[in-house]
């Protein structure tokens, strides 16, 4: 089924390596939602200790114009996955915004409360958190 078993060390000097390849289809989709014009945030369970290696990464494969990078700080470190995407998306909705869509890799990235009136799971050879 393809993908690799990493402990949270190997996955931590992997991530600061900045050398993660962009999965096509999230590239490709993307791109497609900047150029209408939405405002675009970045929600990752990275921590806020690898933003730089994470924004470079992203640029490197070619991410641009996103709105806000959100990443994991001090007091969301050992939640799971969906529940602390749930609050951010949450989050984003008591600033005002309204989610149109979301995409992930991964369930966890799509389910939960505070969800996008469309979601868009795409493909993901490397890894699956179940």
């Known amino acids: ?15 600061k390596m900045a050398k993660a390849p962009a999965l096509p289809a999230s590239l490709k989709l993307y791109k497609e939602i900047n150029e209408l014009g939405f405002k675009i945030f970045l929600l990752t369970g990275r921590s806020e200790a690898s933003r730089n290696a994470t924004v470079k990464n ?6 641009r114009n996103w709105e806000r990078l959100i ?12 529940d602390y995407k749930s609050k951010k998306r949450l989050e984003l909705e008591d600033e005002g915004y309204r989610i149109q869509g979301s995409s992930g890799d991964q369930w966890s990235d799509l389910l939960g409360y ?17």
Do not use: C
């Not at 992203?58 to 991410?63: N, Q, R």
């Open 114 to 130: 505070a969800i996008a009136q469309r979601s868009f799971k795409l493909p993901n050879p490397m890894y699956h958190i179940a």
């Open 1 to 15: 089924s393809g993908g690799f078993h990493a402990d949270e060390a190997t996955m931590g000097a992997w991530k």
């Open 58 to 63: 992203l640029l490197d494969v070619g991410y």
């Open 71 to 82: 990443l994991r700080g001090p007091s969301d470190q050992g939640t799971l996955a969906i």
